[in-house]
């Protein structure tokens, strides 16, 4: 899973239908894994869901590459997920 990490947040983008995505919904507490590390977090809420796609997208870009990120990631559908890390 492709994720960006910004100021103490690991964005993401995924599709509203995933289960993680639902069950992240009910209960905005959850663990991470990157790599061997194993870390707590906590989904934010994103007041403006679109603009917060595009930056996701654009994180994506920067980290992956632009070839590799194409405008369907902003496509509908899709949802923008912020988890900040606790410490």
């Known amino acids: 899973m492709w994720f960006a990490y910004e ?37 934010e809420p994103i007041a403006d869901a679109a603009a917060a796609l595009q930056h996701v997208v654009e994180l994506f870009r920067a980290k992956y590459g632009a070839e590799w990120v194409s405008d369907w990631y902003v496509e509908r559908g899709r949802a923008p997920v912020r988890l900040r890390l606790e410490r």
């Open 7 to 43: 100021d103490g947040a690991v964005w993401l983008r995924t599709d509203h239908d995933t289960d993680w995505y639902r069950n992240l919904l009910r209960d905005s507490h959850c663990r991470i894994r990157v790599g061997s590390s194993e870390l707590a977090a906590t989904s």
